[in-house]
Structures are given as structure tokens and as C-alpha cells.
């Protein structure tokens, strides 16, 4: 009898043991099989075409390529709110061929985030992918361990050339696109890995693809439109330009005159002002001048020079009319346009008169020619800015 029941003792011991084995199999075969996503159905009326370029590349140099067969999966939310209808909130790019390079790469809408983030990447790399070391290959099929990472948040967000599809509360949407990745993520092949740089380089997808629906999904937040007051500002064709009005002094070969006048000052670059004047005086003793002031223009009390010429007309005692004609060179305070308002010059000019003038100052016979000397004070009706 005691026999018999540690006998049956063992037999029931022996199946709960192996019963505890299998749930911890079918425990850890379910942590790391992952759900094969299910790509949609075809269809005519959108013929998928993509040109597709870029890659990626490890700290080692090691390079997985865009593959033209790459498939893109873009989705978008269908809401009867025209504000959250055909907002596109996912894409995933995938290539798993039987053996070589793999990779799959999800960016979808989270909040808070105006882009589709980053969500999950991952990289294989086995025996039939170029230019990896064995030890630093992800495995063959089946066994392999990728390189991967899969976050809530990334900060790392994809580029669309466009953020909705065309067509309106659609459960399938054709839509022409540009998508594009460029920066650098951090990957590791297991969850306490070491962590290491990968750099997705200029990836670029530009085609047609087919949207996906899906009413129960995000859209990216609205970007905000920042809406910045411009200033206009009106042009001013005359803020380099300065009004003076003088008096000056200054002998004539007959007598000593003192007129009045009106100048008017534009700068030209930082270094030189035209200055044109017209004078009015007793005797009709009138002239007009063109002058150049060379030098910069400051606020200090300094001098320039400055070069002109003169044309002229004045009657002598007995009323007889003349013309006067010459250069000038001059000296001028060198505040013009800029501060002051005063103004000042002192001006030496030789002058060819149109015919012989007496002079009667000094009883001396006539001449053809003479120098006049002519100071001018005057005050600015407008400054130049």
C-alpha cells in the first residue's frame, strides 16, 4: 500500500513540473514575439510609386542603405470635424527581406508635438548584409537580436511636404508626398545594452502613397502662428538732404558787397556733399555756384575742403552789367547736414569777367579779371537726417 502511493505521489508531481516549464515558455515566447503588422490590400486606383535614398550609418561606419523596395505605410485620421479630418498621424517604413538588411522605422502623431515623432526603429543587420563584423551582426532570421530603440518621446520628428491628405472623411486617401529624416538617434540591442550613435542620413521617400483611415487616432498639435507687427516704414527722398540760408561779404572789383542767399546741401556716401548756392544782392550783384565738400561728415568742429565753380552777374556804379565766371576753393565747418545748425565757410575764387570792369576803388584802370573773396555765415532751415 505504501508502495503504491508513493508511486502515485511521483506520477502527479512529475506533470506539474512539467506543466510549470511550459507556462514559463509560453511566457517568455510571448515577451518576445512581436505582432506582425498587417499591411492593407492594393488597390488600382493608387498605384504606389516611390523613389526612396539616404542611409543609415553606425559609429563604425557600417552603412544599411534605402532599398527601393522599401514600403511606406501612411495613415490619417477620418473625423466628421473638418479640424481633425485627413490629418496625417503616422508612417512607417519598413523593409524585412528574408535575409540581408532590415529595418522599420515609425513616426506617429504624440502629444504636444506639432511632427510625427520617432516611435520606434529598428535594425538588422545578418550574415547577408554588407559590411558588418559577425560579432557586431543582429542574427539570422529568427534569432536575431536588432539593434533598436522604442520610446514614448523621442524629439527626433519626420518632415512632410505635406499634413493632410486630399480627400475629405476618406478611409483610403491617395496622396502625393514628401517624406524626410536627417539626424542622429541612439540604438542598443537589448534593454540594458550599451547604448550606441546611428546616424540616419538625408533618408528621403517622394511619391504617391495610400492612406490609411483610422477614426480612433491624433493629429500632431496645430503649429502656432506667431504674428509679428511689421513697421512700414515711408521712404524719405530728402532726409540726406539740408536747406541753408546765409549772408556773405565780399568785395567785387568796384565796391564791397554783402547779399543774401539760399543753399542747398546733399549728401553723397559718408564722404562727399554737393552744395548748391544762389545768391542774391544790391547792384544786381546775383550768382550761382556748385560746390563739392570732400571729407567725413562729423559732429566736431573740424574743417574740410572743398572745390566749385561760380557763374555770376553785377553792375558797377554807373549801372553797366556784367557776367563773372571762375572756380572756387573754399574751406567750411565740417558740420554741413549733421549737428549745428550754424554754418560758416571762407571761399577764394578767380574770376574772367565778360568785359573790362573799372575799378573805382582805387582809381586803377580796368581789368579783365580779379579774385573774389567771399565770407558766408548762415543758419540751417533743415537738417539732413
Known sequence: MLVMLAMVGLVSAGPRKAKGKESLSADS??????????WPEARSSCPVESKNS???????????????????YVQHKVDVDSVEDRCINMVRIEHRPERGCKYTMIFEAQKGAT???????DLHADSWCPGWR???????????????RRMNTSGFSLQLSRTHVPDAVADRSCTDLAIRADGKVVLAKSLGGRPEPFLLDRLAFVGE???????????????????QKVEVHTENHLKNTALLVYLAHEPVPNFLATDGGVSVLQQIGPRVTARGDFAFGPLGHNAASLNVMTGPVTDSGS??????????????????????????LGVETNRNDRSSPWYASLELTPVLYSAPVPNYIDGSAATESGVMLKLTAGVFLRQGE
Do not use: H
Not at 572745390?307 to 572756380?327: K, S
Open 209 to 227: 502613397y495610400d492612406s490609411v483611415g483610422k477614426p480612433d487616432s491624433i493629429c500632431p498639435e496645430p503649429k502656432k502662428v506667431v504674428v
Open 54 to 72: 539616404g542611409l543609415i550609418q553606425s559609429k563604425r561606419n557600417e552603412v544599411i542603405r534605402m532599398d527601393r523596395n522599401t514600403r511606406i
Open 303 to 328: 574743417l574740410r575742403l572743398y572745390v566749385g565753380g561760380r557763374l555770376g552777374a553785377f553792375e558797377d556804379l554807373r549801372g553797366d552789367a556784367f557776367t563773372a565766371v571762375g572756380a572756387n
Open 134 to 148: 559577425d560579432w557586431r551582426e543582429t542574427g539570422e532570421s529568427g534569432k536575431s537580436t536588432p539593434y533598436s
Open 29 to 38: 515566447e510571448s515577451v518576445s514575439i512581436q505582432p506582425e503588422f498587417v
Open 115 to 121: 511632427e510625427l515623432q520617432l516611435s520606434t526603429l
